[in-house]
């Protein structure tokens, strides 16, 4: 993966998994490419687990060949087109814009945009933020006990280091809080 929305420190880790794939697991690129052309899933999440339970790829090393079979399907490189997708609702954009203005105040932060959610990160992802039915959930890379209004991750399919969420529900409950939140989990990262 190349996308210009990646940190340094990610592109040097999606060019360190494409060089270990063979190694690892006994097949080249062209040939887990192979492999996947023959899914009889449609969707990503669902080719996603189905390598998984058919021949033990996990997420990361299964999307690098997924983007490699169905490119024009995970284009990864798109990211206005992938933050256009995902924060189609107006009520939720809206909320998007708020989070991503106080992110991208910080220096050396970077927006990265994936297909269910938007991560913001410097060295390492500090937040990211997706739409739910009334809002967002906002995920951050600090303890959930810092404030009551925090709760530790449920199922994300975000960075594991993003240990607090807090659903956001209104333009208001983007308050002085949640930038201190955000500028403590960037000074982490």
Not at 38 to 46: K, L
Not at 143 to 149: E, H
Request: proline residues 5%; glycine residues 6%.
């Amino acid at each position: 993966m190349t996308a210009p929305n990646v940190t340094p420190r990610q592109q040097q880790y999606f060019a360190s998994m494409a060089a270990s794939l063979a190694r690892d697991t006994g097949k080249t690129l062209d040939e887990w490419v192979a492999i996947a052309r023959t899914c009889p899933e449609a969707g990503h999440r669902a080719r996603l687990k189905w390598f998984k339970a058919t021949h033990g790829l996990l997420q990361n090393r299964a999307s690098q060949v997924l983007d490699a079979a169905f490119p024009s399907e995970l284009d990864w490189t798109d990211a206005q087109g992938l933050i256009d997708a995902l924060w189609n609702d107006p009520a939720a954009r809206v909320l998007y814009e708020a989070v991503d203005a106080v992110a991208m105040a910080r220096p050396g932060a970077i927006r990265t945009a994936r297909k269910g959610y938007t991560a913001w990160s410097r060295t390492f992802q500090f937040a990211a933020l997706r739409p739910v039915k009334g809002g967002v959930i906002l995920g951050l890379a600090i303890a959930p006990d810092v404030d009551a209004r925090l709760e530790g991750p449920r199922s994300e399919s975000w960075s594991e280091r993003l240990k607090a969420r807090t659903p956001l529900g209104s333009v208001g409950d983007i308050d002085d809080a949640v930038a201190a939140w955000l500028r403590a989990a960037w000074e982490k990262a």
